[in-house]
């Protein structure tokens, strides 16, 4: 006879009790997935990012069709780590909830507390801010970069860092000003004697790259993910317009690929915008 438990996973509308369960059940010692049962925090983390990309991805693209399960790729990861913390008494998924719950409480109270919400979106922002230094101050980070994740991808990170430090002033005056640095470190790579050199410089220009979409209001991942995309297409332009001549790209040189891209390029920008 099945049990309360096999019932619950086995009940395709069981919602979040369902979910846990069957997290539960993997990790079970005695009947659990030896896969699951063989990882930690460490070793989950990256799927976590993956996930986190994912759902950036089917946003990107606009595939609603796919962003449910992928919004559900990412609970799990949610739940998984819930779950290795429960084993180890840390907490349990029900208090990373409250602990949310209580996050967002405290920090709109114009929605849920006393405050007007006749307020702009900046004024809201800055309240924000205030509020999180506010939190952070009580967890002892004491430091204007305390508390930025250091598992961020590196350019959001870099964004992140350099928010932080403007908020007390330290910041070039306008995107001007950035754009000289940048000329700066082009050349300082340009002079790099050695390979640890220039990988200082590089990194060196980057971090001003990424100041510069800050100053100009750009978000430097979601542009660098358009770029992508727009190599993606139009080297893939160039692979169609040689294999209809039966040939590949290992079969043709850089003078004949380059013209194709131009060829895509004029294609892009002769096409109607919707």
Known sequence: MPSSSDDLVHDSHGGMPRLIEIMRRLRDPDTGCPWDLEQDFATIAPYTIEEAYEVADAIEREAWDELKGELGDLLFQSVFHAQMASERGLFTFDEVADTMSDKMVARHPHVFGDESRDKSAEQQTVDWEIIKAQERASK???????????????????????????????????????????????????QASNPDEQFEEFGDMLFVVANLARHLDIDPEAALRAANAKFTRRFQYIEQALADQGKRPEDSDLAEMDGLWDAAKALEKAAPSE
């Open 140 to 190: 002892a980070q004491q430091g204007t970069l305390d508390g930025v994740a250091m598992g961020l991808p590196a350019l959001m990170r870099a964004v992140k860092l350099q928010k932080r430090a403007a908020r007390v002033g330290f910041d070039w005056p306008d995107s001007g000003h950035v754009m000289d640095k940048l000329h700066e470190e082009l050349e300082e790579i340009r």
